[in-house]
């Protein structure tokens, strides 16, 4: 099996800036692509950023300029710093990471268990 730990989530005021991090462990041959998505409150999930294996990078329109996803892969981490908050980034986090367990094993998708980001003055 396979744990995600976020952690670096709470309150931080308009214009205030977080760090995320997620650190995968546990029964893991390679890390694939690593992302972070949001949910807040009566919407649904959503991409906020991923990155793959190599550093490629692709950002939500939303956050783009003001988050950045970063990785290091002998620590099968995935950073997230977002600057620039603003009271509509309000949700929780959620780190997602592609993992195979074996050098012939497919692909498997697993999510940590949240981090609540809350921007508020």
């Known amino acids: 099996q396979v744990q995600l730990v976020e952690s670096g989530g709470g309150l931080v005021q308009p214009g205030g800036s977080l760090r995320l991090s997620c650190a995968a462990s546990?029964?893991?041959?390679?890390?694939?692509?690593m992302a972070w998505y949001r949910q807040a409150p009566g919407k649904q999930r959503e991409l906020v950023a991923n990155?793959?294996?190599?550093?490629?990078?692709n950002y939500a329109d939303s956050v783009k300029g003001r988050f950045t996803i970063s990785r290091d892969n002998a620590k099968n981490t995935v950073y997230l710093q977002m600057n620039s908050l603003k009271p509509e980034d309000t949700a929780v986090y959620y780190c997602?990471?592609?993992?195979?367990?074996?050098?012939?094993?497919?692909?498997?998708?697993?999510w940590g268990q949240g981090t609540q980001v809350t921007v508020s003055s």
């Open positions: 997602n990471a592609e993992v195979r367990s074996t050098l012939w094993a497919l692909p498997v998708g697993y």
């Open positions: 546990g029964s893991i041959f390679i890390v694939n692509a």
């Open positions: 990155i793959t294996r190599g550093g490629i990078t």
